[in-house]
C-alpha cells in the first residue's frame, strides 16, 4: 500500500472508515443478480 494510503488511513476514525463501506455508488458497481427487461427481450421464453 503506498504511503500516502497508509497516511490517511491512519488519520481516519473508525465510524468515517465504516461510513466508507455504506456510500452508495452512481451506478456503476452492481452487485446482485441485475435484470433488464431489454436482456429478457434478447433471449426469448422457451
Known sequence: ??????????????????GQLNLLTG???TTGSVHSRRGWQQYPPG
Open 27 to 29: 451506478g456503476e458497481a
Open 1 to 18: 500500500m503506498s504511503s500516502f494510503i497508509s497516511s490517511l488511513l491512519s488519520k481516519m476514525t473508525v465510524d468515517e472508515k465504516i
